[in-house]
């Protein structure tokens, strides 16, 4: 079974500076750098997802903040698709690029977990791929419900163990290099 690393919305603006930080973007971009040389050594397609705001505060068109993050810039061989939506899959090409690529295996990582790569996730499961989601490649932000803080890494763990077993195998990159 052929797998593609998805690296889902790693962009400027999620970054110290940008318009949306999140909670330690950093660590989850050096997982993420460590999964892409990982993918690259072995030949394998490395898929970026590149959020466009059609309505919004960041992720604006034509600014720094919507570009990939220069740690993890994209090779010319690789994909870049462009989504206005959560779902990497909603009005985008990637399903025909993994067709393509006769993928069936999709190693997940990116920004925001709560967001898109939950929204993702769940649609790759429906649409009959195995998906692996690296749980420290991941980041989101502190979120409020009923006038309390929910803080990051509470979020990042609660969509983990939700996904976990039913849309995706919820592993550490630890463990991803292990059974690699």
Not at 17 to 23: D, I, R
Not at 66 to 74: G, S, Y
Not at 95 to 123: A, F, P, W, Y
Request: charged fraction near 25%; proline fraction near 4%.
């Amino acid at each position: 079974m052929k797998k593609a690393l998805l690296i889902i919305d790693v962009q400027n603006d999620y970054f110290p500076y940008g318009k949306c930080q999140l909670y330690k973007p950093e660590v989850a971009l050096n997982t993420i750098k460590d999964l892409l040389e990982h993918f690259r050594k072995q030949d394998l397609p490395v898929i970026y997802i590149r959020h466009e705001s059609i309505q919004g505060t960041f992720f604006i068109p034509n600014t720094d903040g919507v570009q990939i993050h220069n740690d993890i810039k994209p090779l010319d061989t690789e994909t870049v698709i462009v989504k206005h939506y959560p779902n990497s899959f909603y009005e985008t090409n990637l399903q025909n690029k993994l067709i393509e690529n006769g993928v069936m295996e999709l190693v997940v990582c990116g920004m925001m977990t709560h967001m898109c790569i939950d929204t993702s996730v769940r649609e790759a499961k429906d649409l009959g791929y195995y998906v692996t989601l690296i749980a420290d490649a991941c980041a989101t932000k502190d979120l409020e419900w009923n006038g309390r803080k929910l803080p990051a890494s509470f979020i990042n763990d609660v969509y983990m163990a939700s996904l976990n077993g039913k849309f995706a195998d919820v592993i550490t990159s630890a463990d991803y290099f292990t059974e690699s």
